[in-house]
């Protein structure tokens, strides 16, 4: 059973609208080897997993998986925050922008020039499950063989492609936004790495100085040397409510990625920052409630209420 | 952020495997009115929510499918134990099971005749990400308008959809452990579509006698109206864990599915039951581990942390 | 613009339901050589047409193209016909099958073992979009090149593959509610086979010996013998409200498939039978209109008509 | 069975050729809530209708289903005619143009900057059968649950999302030929939306102020105001050619658009206009018919004339 | 540039036909871990080869790639050959056989009932680029990151999983036909993955006991257990027809199987068996060539060389 | 069974990176009609080949195919050509291109922009298995009916299509290293519809004039020019290597193109030219081995000699 706080796992920092780099980071949600899949093959390992001796395995996948999920809400949101308001940026004429074809007004042009015109026209400036060549996510990426070596060592190559390509779309965006997600993810999937490499290594294997891949300089990116001096790429979290998962069996130890640090599995998860709710887009059609809405909203709960305090009595106050 | 308890939703009653069960099952994980449909419809939905007064509503969509992923490991878990050890049922020859091939023996020729030959084949008698005619889960279809009105319709639907598919499958298969899965699912579809209704209420539809879809009678489903005595159909979990949820404001007042019941939004969840690990598939060439893989990797680990030791001093014990 | 009448193009035998038999035509509705594609196919080969000169092969497509929409409904409608109540043939149990899973029962199980679970799961005993494997039809399938030798060549191939496709049908099942549209569509393919191998010989192509393919003798089919007797694979209708069709400047002369027939494009349609309405089916949750819901339809009309006569006086009649 | 007559349903007014325009457009014709959608969705309904008590409601979807084939056909026509001939346009060097690539020129190089180099490589300026995204057109965004409720409240939810999106094609572009066909198609889809609140009306909801789904202002549109002023969205033609339809049992009384107006559903059809024929495409090797074709075509059909008649005496004239 | 011999690659046993065996093959020919995948995969890891430095790694691709094109050829030809005559199998009545649908006969009833019914609606009896669920193969499936090890350690985990695959295939079937080949694929992919786990201990990793994947136990596996003794498993061809290949740097040393073997890359290929054709399949009207048109081949070449000795004189002999 | 020489089918030209010309060549290779279609469609087709009297024919589909794997060799490559290095091309800033986001800086930027962001994010400036709109190859693509006829006509109408696309693709670059290409397989192309049209004619057909679709002027394509002079349309290769080919009996007589020359099946392969290997490219982390690895696998190579040494004595000479 799984649960849920208001708080991303990491903060996203504030820049300029990027559509472009919104598309590109697109990749790491809804792509072959992005979040929304490591989230599910790893779910699916779980639920699917064989042998009740190997409990620290599952629970190592189960962990994993779980932190997937809030990094697929990381993303996602910084996808969001990276389309909204995107028609106004760069110079692009901003008076029409809240009135809906004002007049036979074109706020949205912009779409017509953009990685993914779906973003404005399918989507309302908000992120979308499919990667960035446009392609929907698909059932067939997720991987689960059931041979509990085979499953790790596809696993560690998902990380290692899943770094891979956040490296390769950090070189391709400065946006302070797309870049604050990326490095985090890019450290994050470090520390996955480790822990397949690890798990492998309990079977028997040396990597000796294979890892991690790819091979990178964190001199070259200072968002993500500023996460590894903090030893993120070394911890694991649990996620798990009640202290019984077993992962810190195997997530222990000298780390694979031979840079002198020690495993870490003894903190239960990030503190993570608060989350907030975007503004309404009305040249997307896109309100959340108009204040006539509002209105109508609390009449009609009011009026129920009436309704069920007349019948039952009052409804106890919530107690979570 | 996401957190987990490894304890199951609902209960998964025992019964023989059944393959034809587990396939039908397929629909109500990956198909495209399944639990993964949902969960990522409303995952998205809450990231891409527009609207700061609208918090009531993104709260609800967070809640709902947070409890949708909780769904999607109940019913995984389900299929997975509906087809765990079926090579041996209904009279099938069981000696060579757990030799996989033992001197050219067909052990799984029991994949040749059922559902889907992938459940033997690319899984391990396992859950899959597909439908129940085979397709792969696809990202094409989440549904997410960023129009408050018309997600909240398209919900509506997609609960009442579901539940009506999940209706026809209780009709396909008197499998206990398929039942009991099943069950729990139409009636939490039956308060997410009460959820929904209730939210267009909210904003001056009138609904009379329309609802729930499909109109059913619960002394047909004797598994069904156990849980409707419950009033289960009626309750709508926060799932959060600090009591930030607003999702109470809509989730209150008299239940749109006229079966006189008032709603009630003040449990944070419901208590579940443990889960277990599924035992060892030898035919599957699926082992967990091997005695001698455990030998090793107890003594790799002994070997690891005395090498810790010497170097950092003895790991901190885990605090979760 | 197009028309409709409450008419299907052919006649559907009836017999007894048989799902498999419904299954196997589906290749003949939503497969890659299906109705649905040719469909498609020649209605975005007429919308896209270049060249105002080649407007006989514009409007033999056109017509060819309009007729195909008749077929869809024609096997779309067969396919329905032969799964509607199947779950009671062959001695299935037939008691429980109004009352849908009254006291626990399984009135579905067919669905386990039959072609396409989606039959009766996703639809309710009804045709869907999707060939006899399951596949859902692609738009990727549409030819249109734009160069017209190339279409008319893809065109000839694509009629003779849809007539060995529906020739394999044909020896699969002896039902003869799917026969006699079998029949039908095989020997219609054949006109169309005719009318694009003709439109090539006005671009200079001799087929001599080649056509039909494939090769049948009629004497094997009898319900293709009968429809061949009548010349139906010798006629091209227009289905041309205002006569401006000019098809009638190629399908003429001499037939290409060497019967000994000529082409006669000199109709507009044919007279086709009157369209029925399926029953209600309740154990598939899909009843048209139950009494009350008929009580109430009727009420409201009445009272809506009140309304509005107040406000305009009477609606006029309906002319149509 | 279906009949056609070689008129537009509505004008497509002239303007420049605008590829990126009609890339756009394809949304609308090739796209999830597109026309194609529609048009196969309410087929498929109206072929696998239950419960002949209900036989206005298949004959509401049957009338609009009919519709859409046009809506296909008038959208497809808009994008062919957005992308002829715009190799040529703003400003791009247009002698080369006739002549495919004389001398090695590159009279398609626009292509490779274009929203779907398809257009330009896999047809000849042409529409094509997939979305905006350049996905292909799929089987699977058709719904037909065989539940009546539910099959209504998607068509609803449908209509709405296809004029959300069409409001956001309408914000991306001020090109006339593509605004004359949105602003139509607008329109229209709100009378579709008009056309199932009233089926859910009868079936007992009161939708109050929720429609119509988008909310707009006719002000910001002007080709919509003009459409709405003429009161396009309250009529519902049935397009069926021999009076049987009784959709105007439903199609009646007060819109529930709240538009004051009374809906009417008298009309057959509306009078559209003539249809015409693209010119050739030289640079896309996409000849209708070269001069020499012509004359050995003319040379043909009279020698084939003279063989029949020699055979059979005069082919009869033909009489539609 | 590539050639081909008239010669299989390794000899297919005899049987029955089989159709429930051929579809679980096609797992192994168009599945996501079959040989159309790996042989596409590795020749595009081939040709976007980067750094002349790792030519032995190159060429290593390079030669398993092309035995992959043979391997290909091989379980297409043993899928065709399981279901070549089919349709007679069993006891299945075999009269009207080569007489398709004689007198309204139904010779190919039994596709109602198999795996895949396109094996004999789409196909004639043959093998289709689908996998054993009925998946068209998908370009999506071929990995190449141009990260070698990265690449290396993908190729790895692909041909165990391979392996797995076709060791449960073998535990479905006792077919000799799907045996023979399934043996031979199962020792060829341990070959690769001793090729590419090499690799990756040239860069550094120790693989211990972890190999082979899956674990199995020869004596198990009859038909294996042959080709094991003539130490298959440790052979690497080249398939070079210059001796350019430097793959044998690679492919040499201990097996990282622990079999005890020596790795051996000095021969450039097998020397396989030859080829055959299939006989007609009347019933599918899929004739190679009938009497009368081979008759009419006859005569026209007789006339075309007249022509063209006429013109050119003497065409010289072939010299190939 | 198959083999490879170390050399491409014909020369790349050399000319600057061009990425958008690149992606158009896509078409070219994933394409529904490219190269990877061909090579699959000819090589089921001769799996499945039924009939042994039509040997000639089964060889000519044998021996296209054959070279059809050489051309997806060709193109790609050429693909990847266009690629290396593009990050550079047209004034892009050079300097950090080597150093992976050194200091944070952006070297693939240029992805943002392009065709396809896949060739610089899942790939690493290489071919992908796509087309020119990024749709993923599909084994639905291959087209193989069993029935001879409908094949070649199929295969002929593939071939033309494919030329079509080629010469629409040459009108839209003027690259030297795209047009190198897009020539030879343009007039390759040509050589196999003149192949097909052999083998149809061989059945009764006379084409006429029709041939070649789509008719061009020779003198618009300097570079297709060249290789017509030479008369490479009019040859067909074996690529047999023992002789056994009889495509030589249909491939003869006079060219069905009225070009006036005759066809010649004489020769058993083109010379072709030596292939390379591409650079390494840092910016994308796709390092072919970087020196410690060179130095660390030399090590490793000269250890494990030694070993094998002791155990068995020197590995003999590779003799191939």
Redesign the interface.
């Known amino acids: ?9 990491n903060e996203i920092v504030s820049d300029e609208p990027d559509p ?2 919104a ?2 980071l697109q ?1 790491g949600l ?3 080897f992005g979040e ?1 899949r490591t989230m ?1 093959q790893y ?2 390992q779980a ?9 620290p ?2 629970d190592l996948l ?2 994993i998986g ?1 932190e997937e ?2 990094h ?2 990381l993303i ?2 910084t996808i ?1 925050r990276l389309l909204d308001g995107s028609p106004q940026y760069q110079g692009k004429p901003t008076d029409p922008l809240d ?11 912009i ?3 953009e ?4 973003h ?21 990426y ?1 991987y ?7 499953d790790l ?2 696993n ?2 998902l990380e ?2 899943g770094r ?2 956040k ?8 946006n302070a936004t797309a870049r604050s997600t990326i490095a985090y993810l890019i450290v994050r999937d470090q520390a996955h790495e480790n822990a397949y490499a690890k798990a ?11 890892l991690p ?5 964190a ?5 993500v040397k500023r996460l590894l001096d903090l030893g993120l790429q070394s911890k694991q979290y ?8 077993e992962a ?2 195997i997530f ?3 780390s694979p990625s031979n840079d002198g640090t ?1 495993l ?7 503190e ?1 920052v608060p989350s ?6 009305r ?7 108009d204040p ?3 209105e ?2 609390q009449a ?2 009011e009026m ?2 009436a ?2 305090d007349a ?2 009595g009052p ?6």
């Not at 490296?167 to 400065?174: N, Q, V």
């Not at 040249?283 to 409630?289: C, Q, T, V, W, Y």
């Open positions: 059973m799984f649960f849920h706080v208001q708080r991303m796992i472009a780099a598309n590109a990749e809804g792509g072959q929304m599910m779910l699916f639920m699917n997993f064989r042998g009740p001796d190997g409990k395995y599952r189960q962990g779980t999920i809030s697929v809400e996602g949101t969001s009135k809906p074809g004002a007049g036979g007004a074109t706020p949205l042009s779409a017509l020039d990685g993914n015109i779906h404005y026209l399918v989507g309302a400036q908000g992120a979308l499950p499919v990667d960035a060549a446009g392609n929907p996510w698909s059932g067939s997720v689960n063989s059931g041979n509990l070596p085979l060592l596809y560690l190559m290692s492609t891979l390509q490296c390769r779309i950090y070189e391709m965006t400065a492998l290594e309990s079977l028997g294997v040396k990597w000796n100085t294979l891949i790819p091979k990178t300089d001199a070259s990116f200072p968002e649990t996620f798990d409510l009640t202290g019984q998962s810190g069996k222990q130890g000298m020690t870490d599995a003894s903190e239960q998860a990030p993570g907030t709710i975007a503004p309404e887009r040249e997307e059609f896109a309100p959340g409630l006539e809405l509002l109508l909203i009609t709960a129920e209420m309704d069920v019948l039952f409804v106890p106050p919530r107690s979570s």
